[in-house]
């Protein structure tokens, strides 16, 4: 028997596991875009609906897929991924990302850089960092499209580390070694209260054993937000008092100002429109959060990529003024208080 070669590799087909490999480079794209395609909608149906064709063709290109590797990837009944297609779908969505990426890279040799990224933010920066963005990529990078998904660092993560979006704003510190971090800027933890019933008589700071007299709108246990609160309270072997606890720091904020009592927020979780009627007291001996930018460790971002995450840098160390509360933490500003600095996606030489 000859023994074909696929990418430059000689395979012995008397070996299954050479077999197994040659059927990976015998994937037709169209059978993995399928099979996201159902990951994502739950019908073959649905997903024929969003890629553009009938549902017989989606059938066929999963059917085909699943010939390929040996194994069930669907339960028809359900349409939802068995164990062996979940495994399937996350490299898939990382396979997909990078052929994408391929085409993005070679434009941006020819000063074209165009694409999709596919970025996470967590709320309370999305709110004023996605219109600066947006405005920015807008001049600067016109055939770039951007989507955004908000959501918690909780939610954010997973998806980033499986490939589903292709960087993400997230508070240190990012779990698993999957994923790398780079400082944007530091954020203040407030107390947050009415200003015209205001639960510490108008001072201006408070320490943290002042907040267990207060019955207060928590994050939930395991948030990061959470975490901090905690660790924070801990050694000064304080109790904080929840009213409820809440996971979502925007689900929080709106509490708050519909008058269900304070909360410790971010500053920026506070917008410039309701700073009359709300007071952000400070918190003695309680941290800033860092918020900064995650990317996969492995791989080398695309082109349109790297294109926001600079962008995201020349916005959060230019001249223009941050949120009150910020403080920039860009490579420059490192560099000055540590030594040396590499951001993250830049490959080393």
């Not at 267990?212 to 050694?235: C, F, M, N, Q, S």
């Not at 072997?237 to 008058?259: P, Q, S």
């Not at 420059?332 to 830049?346: D, I, L």
Request: with cysteine.
């Amino acid at each position: 028997m000859v023994s074909p070669t696929f990418c430059g590799i000689q395979a012995d087909l008397s070996n299954s596991y050479d077999r197994y490999l040659l059927s990976l480079f015998q994937m037709d794209v169209r059978h993995l875009q399928a099979l996201v395609a159902v990951a994502e909608h739950r019908s073959f149906s649905a997903a024929a609906e969003a890629l553009g064709t009938v549902q017989s063709n989606v059938s066929a290109h999963v059917a085909r897929l699943e010939r390929e590797l040996g194994a069930t990837l669907v339960e028809r009944s359900s349409g939802t991924l068995t164990p062996e297609g979940e495994v399937v779908a996350t490299r898939t969505y990382r396979v997909l990302g990078e052929l994408e990426a391929i085409g993005s890279d070679l434009g941006a040799l020819r000063q074209e850089v165009a694409g999709f990224v596919r970025a996470g933010m967590i709320g309370t920066t999305a709110r004023w960092l996605v219109p600066l963005l947006l405005s920015e990529l807008g001049t600067r990078h016109p055939n770039l499209r951007l989507t955004v998904a908000e959501g918690t660092n909780t939610l954010l993560e997973p998806q980033l580390g499986a490939g589903r979006l292709d960087m993400a704003v997230l508070t240190a510190p990012v779990a698993g070694r999957e994923l790398s971090f780079e400082p944007l800027f530091e954020e203040d933890l407030v107390l947050v209260v009415p200003a015209d019933d205001d639960p510490v008589a108008g001072a201006h700071r408070v320490d943290l054993a002042d907040l267990a007299e207060l019955d207060l709108l928590l994050p939930a246990p395991g948030t990061t937000l959470r975490a901090e609160l905690d660790a924070a309270v801990k050694p000064v072997g304080v109790a904080l008092r929840a009213r409820a606890e809440l996971d979502g720091i925007r689900l929080i904020a709106t509490l708050t100002f519909e008058g269900y009592g304070p909360a410790v927020l971010p500053a920026t979780a506070v917008p410039p429109h309701l700073r009359q009627r709300f007071r952000l007291v400070a918190v003695e001996g309680l941290s800033a959060r860092h918020v900064g930018l995650a990317l996969r460790s492995r791989g080398m971002p695309s082109a349109p990529t790297r294109a926001v995450l600079e962008t995201l840098r020349r916005l959060v160390s230019g001249p223009d003024p941050l949120p009150e509360g910020l403080r920039s933490l860009t490579p420059a500003a490192a560099s000055r208080a540590e030594g040396s600095w590499r951001p993250v996606g830049v490959p080393t030489g």
